[in-house]
Structures are given as C-alpha cells and as structure tokens.
C-alpha cells in the first residue's frame, strides 16, 4: 500500500514556510482576499497529466459529479493552467482554490515548481515510493486554499489523486462554506426574526434580509417553521421542523422521506392544489454524518410539485421542481429530533452554489440551550 507523506514544515523552504507562519489564522493578516468564482478549482499541471491517468483520477475523486441535481454538475467547475511563464504565476497566487500537481520523475515547469519546495530529504522519500499531499491555506491570499501533490511517477500520482481525492474535495467545500457564510452574513442579516425564532421555538438560524417567515406554527410537541425567499428569478424556501415524542432510534431514511413528505403536502403548496414532494424517480441520497456536533442524516435529492389527478390517491406533475439539502438529527440538550431543510427553484441558473446557500444557513443553526452562536461563523478561510 502506497503511503502518503504529510511534509513536516521545517522541510518546506522560502516562501513556502513563510507563508504558514504568517497564517494559522487571520489576526493582523491585512493581504488581499483570494479572487475568482467561488465554486472554481483551477489545477496547475502539465497538459500531457492533465489529459492523461492523472487528470482523469482528479476529475473523478477532486471534482465528481453531482448526480442530485436536475442536471448533474461537478460539485467543483475545473480551471486548468500551466506555469508557462512568471505572468501564470502571479496570476495562480491570486486564487481561492488551487492545485499544483507533478510526478517528480517529469522535467516540467510544475515539477521544477514542487522540487524547489521540498527538501532532499522529503524529495528523496518521494522518489522511494511515498507521495506528498501538502495543504497550504492562505498561503498567499488570505481566503485561500493550495494544494501542492507530488509523487514519483505519473501512475503515482494518479494514484494520489484516487486515494486522496475525496479529503481534498472536502477542503474545498469546507473552504467554500466558510467564504459564503461571510458573504451572506457580514453585513445582511434580520437579526430581529431571528430573535423571534428564539423566543417562541427555542432555536435560530440566520436569515439575510430578504427572507420572510412563511409559516411558523406548533401543535402539541411538534413545531414548524417556513422561511422564505422570493426573487425575480430564483426562490429558496428553508424549513426547521421539530418534534419531542420520537425516538433518535426511529430516525431511518425512510422516516425522514415519509416526514418530509408529509410536511410539504400540508406546508409547502403551489397553486392548482399542488404541493412539494420527492422525486422518487430520480436519484436520492441519503449518508450518516457529523453535524455541528450532532450525529445526523445528511439526505439530497430532487422535489417536484404535484396534484391529485381526478380526485383520487393518484399524482399528476403540475409545476417546476429542484434540488433540495436535508438535515435530520436528534439534539440532547433539547430532546427534540430537528429537520433542517433547504430547497431552490432555478430553472435558468446552475444549481450547486445556489444549495451550497441552503447548506451555510443550516450550519447556523443554534438552540437555546446552548450550541453555536449566531456569530460563531468558522474563520480559517477569511
């Protein structure tokens, strides 16, 4: 089995090592933020790896597609680039999410970039078969994340890109979170609503100036809160629900599709008689995850809207559909099991930064009784 080499830092050089010292975290830290889209990867490697094993193992490990959408997408838009000159080189250091790959064993400008960077030592235990897979956050942006891959050969590194694919992507989309929770909250907030949340259910989510609540009610031990926003060509609809007579032991993917379920029929309704259900017929996933601190089902798929057809049990389309992200998790300070849920409708817009949004307001959540505050948003990528 093929080892991975955690580079330690004193085996870094010139700016390398610098530029950690400079950043484990953002205090005093005034350098320009990282620029570019914000769900853009851009990969700097030698063409002939880049359309080669190599390319290939990091396109479906770093950046797969994303299947619960109505169109799949890659759950990162991919850049490539190759040090051809000084000018690529200035322009990679302005960037959020980046990766800068080589086989050891090439003679290309990427490989010259990486040997420069490792010692002889860390150089050498590459060339015997371990590979290097260094993060470098903010190395020379602030809001910034690098990633230098190095190995021996072009089948290592293909190797690599498959074994350490899936840790690198996670970066990214926990770099990608972050940045859009500073986005979305630094200076936009209804800190009154959600004050109100507080005070009548016990629990909050930061919400940007332009949600609305839709429908806030509770019967017996069960709550429900429908938030809103409506713009001229999207609209993102995110619910909170809770209940305190279920057991975490009754929490099964099916409970969570049959509970959805039965909340948009009666909450989330069109015209027509229409209402929100899930797509069965298109893909649905549904993984057990960590989830601010809580043991929780992360479930994604498509809804759709819905009538009955001629008066009967039967259902017939009637409208526009999209994706949506669920979280489902029970909470001990509260007994109470929570459902998070984030939907979009986009019909002319690319889905996965719009649900991205979804997710960020779900990773506010906070209760009463003591979980994050509503200004505890990560800080590591600003």
Not at 260 to 276: C, M, P, Y
Not at 298 to 308: E, N, Q, T
Not at 316 to 336: E, I, K, L, S
Not at 362 to 376: K, V
């Amino acid at each position: 089995m093929r080892r991975t080499l955690v580079v330690p830092d004193v085996l870094l050089l010139g700016t390398l090592l610098a530029g950690l010292l400079l950043l484990s975290g953002c205090e005093g830290d005034y350098r320009p933020r990282a620029v570019g889209p914000i769900g853009e990867i851009t990969v700097v490697m030698d063409s002939s790896h880049w359309t080669g094993p190599s390319g290939e193992a990091l396109r479906a490990n770093v950046t797969p597609w994303v299947e619960t959408l109505p169109v799949s997408e890659r759950s990162f838009q991919l850049r490539h680039l190759e040090l051809t000159d000084e000018r690529t080189y200035e322009r990679v250091q302005d960037l959020k999410n980046v990766i800068i790959a080589a086989p050891l064993s090439d003679s290309t400008n990427e490989t010259s970039f990486l040997r420069r960077r490792l010692s002889d030592e860390a150089e050498q235990a590459i060339l015997d078969g371990q590979t290097a897979v260094v993060p470098k956050p903010n190395l020379w942006r602030r809001s910034q994340r690098i990633y230098y891959v190095a190995a021996a050969s072009p089948d290592a590194l293909a190797e690599t890109f498959q074994s350490q694919g899936t840790q690198i992507r996670d970066t990214f989309t926990e770099a990608t979170l972050q940045r859009m929770d500073r986005n979305m909250y630094e200076d936009d907030r209804r800190s009154a609503l959600e004050d109100t949340l507080m005070q009548r259910h016990g629990f909050a989510v930061n919400m940007q100036s332009d949600f609305q609540i839709a429908v806030d009610t509770t019967t017996g031990s069960e709550g429900f809160v429908w938030l809103r926003r409506l713009l001229a060509q999207t609209r993102r609809e995110f619910f909170v629900y809770y209940v305190e007579d279920v057991s975490p032991d009754q929490i099964t993917p099916e409970w969570i599709y049959n509970t959805r379920d039965s909340l948009t029929r009666r909450h989330l309704r069109g015209n027509v008689r229409g209402f929100a259900k899930i797509d069965y017929r298109r893909p649905l996933k549904t993984e057990q995850r960590s989830f601010l601190d809580r043991y929780a089902y992360d479930s994604r798929g498509l809804w759709y809207m819905v009538a009955p057809l001629g008066g009967g049990n039967e259902l017939r389309p009637v409208g526009g559909g999209g994706p949506f992200v669920n979280y489902t998790f029970y909470d001990q300070a509260t007994d109470r099991v929570y459902m998070l849920d984030g939907s979009i409708f986009a019909p002319d817009n690319d889905k996965i930064d719009l649900l991205r949004q979804m997710e960020v307001m779900a990773r506010t959540f906070r209760t009463a009784e003591g979980s994050r505050s509503p200004d505890a948003s990560p800080t590591a990528a600003k």
